[in-house]
């Protein structure tokens, strides 16, 4: 874990405070757990023999020191590497170590390239790295990088803005909220009981060609507010739950913080 710490201190230059570790499920090889059974039984002939409870003398100091290296500290090396596959989830990428190797570290904002069925494997290519995961050898809840690439748009979907957030091993992805100031909250308390919807932002879902606007309104905020007949909404907007374009009746949009305000009109050959 301290070779992660670093590897994350040398691309942010910060500590790294909030994370979960998810560590890799490895089976450990039937012949290395067979070289140790070897070796422990070596171990307990070879006291019987030091204490002349057994007859036979097969061992001598050198001979036992070749077992406990090839029988006990190869297969003690091959265990602590497999123990030491690990991925690091934070709120801006994954770390991942394997055995005694440098850390390898992902930004989410980084990959340019995702390759996965879903299932199984799970491939992330940025401009420095091109590393695989394999979901069966994490927790369920490693799959919640797959919530950060569907909001990066990797998943047949546009790119929206999220947030990574993590907490007492507890990792939250979700949409990011716009936040209001003052001024535009208390347009929204103003306007909450005539219109049935009121969402902060999602302007790219909204359509206005060939509306008709009845009123502006200028606020002492620099608001301009347009009251409109009616509003075009794409099937994108989180508000329409029929995921099919919509046609709303009186609709109104606020604009924060405006420096200008021009109105003028197309002529024919415009």
């Known amino acids: 874990m301290k070779q992660a710490k670093i590897t994350y201190y040398d691309k942010y230059g910060e500590s790294l405070k909030n994370y979960v570790v998810f560590k890799q499920k490895e089976r450990i090889n039937v012949q290395a757990i067979f070289l140790i059974v070897l070796f422990l039984t070596a171990t307990v002939y070879y006291a019987l023999e030091l204490l002349a409870m057994v007859e036979s003398t097969i061992f001598n100091p050198q001979f036992y020191a070749a077992i406990f290296a090839f029988a006990f500290v190869g297969p003690m090396i091959y265990i602590a590497r497999k123990r030491k596959k690990f991925v690091v989830f934070t709120e801006r990428g994954l770390i991942r170590r394997e055995g005694f190797k440098k850390s390898q570290y992902i930004a989410f904002d980084e990959i340019s390239k995702v390759a996965t069925d879903h299932e199984r494997t ?148 415009g």
């Open 122 to 269: 799970l491939i992330l290519i940025s401009e420095d790295h091109k590393l695989m995961f394999d979901y069966t050898k994490f927790d369920e809840d490693f799959k919640k990088v797959n919530e950060i690439l569907q909001y990066r748009g990797f998943f047949k979907e546009d790119p929206e803005e999220y947030t990574v957030s993590i907490a007492n091993g507890v990792i939250v992805v979700e949409q990011k909220k716009v936040s209001m100031d003052e001024d535009t909250a208390q347009l929204f308390e103003r306007f909450i009981k005539k219109y049935q919807f009121l969402t902060p932002g999602f302007m790219e879902d909204l359509i206005f060609y060939n509306i008709q606007i009845d009123r502006i309104q200028l606020t002492e905020a620099k608001h301009v507010i347009f009251f409109l007949t009616h509003l075009d909404v794409k099937p994108t907007h989180p508000e329409n739950t029929s995921f099919q374009s919509q046609k709303t009746d009186e609709a109104m949009v606020v604009f924060e913080n405006i420096n200008n305000v021009s109105i003028y009109s197309i002529d024919e050959k």
